[in-house]
């Protein structure tokens, strides 16, 4: 299992020193963060996409173009790609530089943004978000997989004759997930592609993240990638760590009550009893997330949330090390002893292993290799997800 961090990107006030970052030290912080993480030995960063305050990733591919010049090994991901109010066009060339930059070494996730004016910002409505997602994802995909396309929908003008440049790295499109809290059509659209779906539970009790994880996994062996086993599924999660519980909580505390996302809230207790936030010593993380594979099955990526809530860059880098150092090692050893058998995936699929599966499946007669090894056509994908 690969387990990594990802960054919402909040420009929060520190409530016990009452510091405010400006944007150019936050999106410094989130550099710094994610180059600790590779010296660490983690094996994801992942950074959000937000065009509103009190966020600053707006460009995610600008931060990932240039972390993936000063790191060596994490994989560079996003923890939100737009897929509704970016064009796809623009999706697929920026990713393919990325891909191309990064020697492989990326992967992204397609959300639909649940913030209501971004929308109009960029000329679409939150309305359409579910039939957007649908149909700039299949173009998408054509534009990855096909050299020339044309192509008319509802949400942009037709493509005649278009080629998108730089071409996916050795001709395989990076890897995708489809991140989704509550939407059932989005899990459908991941297990129809054959793609990662990763439930971002920061908010959501187990046994909601279960039923959606379950769905995605039927539907995934529905479509004939594997069984529903081998599904390459991810989940979010969120820690405070410190060598005992009581400081940890005695820390933690001032941050969360007056957190942009859950200040004035339920009680810093009531919160961590609902959802993944663990706050306590490292045994305590390690026992919760370590029974996670009991609800939802074997997983291949654990995302962690620590650099939100005005924590400055000294706490978060101490977090990412106790991570490292105590609790990532263990949580392998319990996890991937669960793992229920050898052709289950230990780890998504990196760009090598696609690049080798793609050829087996060209030297087989296959026309075009989607992420889970099927021909597929947008047209057909966008009425399967309807």
């Known amino acids: 299992m690969q387990f990594g961090i990802f960054s919402v990107s909040d420009v929060t006030t520190d409530p016990t020193t009452g510091h405010t970052p400006d ?10 963060i994610a180059r600790h993480a590779d010296a660490a030995g983690l094996d994801v960063f992942a950074t959000g996409e937000h065009h509103n305050p009190p966020f600053v990733a707006s460009s995610p591919t600008t931060m990932l173009g240039y972390l993936a010049g000063v790191t060596e090994n994490i994989t560079l991901s996003t923890a939100t790609t737009l897929i509704t109010t970016n064009d796809p066009v623009r999706l697929a060339e920026e990713y393919a530089m990325l891909q191309v930059l990064s020697g492989g070494r990326m992967d992204l996730m397609m959300g639909r943004g649940n913030t209501g004016p971004v929308y109009p910002w960029f000329g679409q409505d939150i309305r359409n978000g579910i039939p957007l997602a649908i149909e700039n994802y299949a173009l998408l995909r054509r534009l990855w997989t096909e050299d020339v396309v044309d192509w008319s929908g509802q949400f942009r003008t037709p493509l005649q004759g278009f080629t ?19 939407s059932p059509e989005i899990a459908e659209q991941a297990a129809y592609y054959g793609d990662g779906f990763l439930h971002n539970n920061i908010f959501w009790p187990m046994h909601h993240t279960k039923q959606m994880v379950r769905f995605y996994r039927q539907r995934y062996e529905h479509h004939g990638h594997g069984r529903a086993d081998q599904a390459i599924v991810g989940l979010g999660g969120q820690v405070f760590v410190r060598k005992n519980s009581q400081d940890a909580v005695r820390e933690f505390r001032p941050y969360f009550d007056v957190a942009p996302v859950y200040g004035h809230g339920p009680s810093l207790e009531d919160f961590s009893a609902q959802t993944p936030l663990t706050v306590g010593s490292p045994q ?3 026992d919760r997330y370590g029974a996670f594979v009991e609800d939802v099955g074997y997983y ?11 924590l400055p860059l000294k706490t978060v880098l101490e977090q990412i090390d106790l991570l490292a150092e105590e609790i990532v090692p263990e949580l392998r050893k319990i996890v991937e ?39 597929v056509t947008g047209t057909r994908a966008e009425e399967a997800v309807r």
């Open 284 to 286: 305590q993380v390690i």
């Open 164 to 182: 998108a440049t730089p071409r996916p790295l050795d001709g395989v499109p990076p890897f995708v997930w489809h991140g989704s809290i509550r």
């Open 300 to 310: 291949q990526r654990q995302m962690f949330l620590i650099d939100h809530a005005g």
């Open 337 to 375: 002893a669960k793992r229920p058998a050898d052709d289950v995936p230990l780890n998504p699929p990196t760009h090598a292993e696609r690049v080798a599966a793609a050829r087996t499946a060209g030297a087989s007669g296959a026309t075009h290799v989607g992420d889970g090894g099927d021909a």
């Open 23 to 32: 944007d150019t030290e936050r999106v410094r912080s989130m550099l710094t």
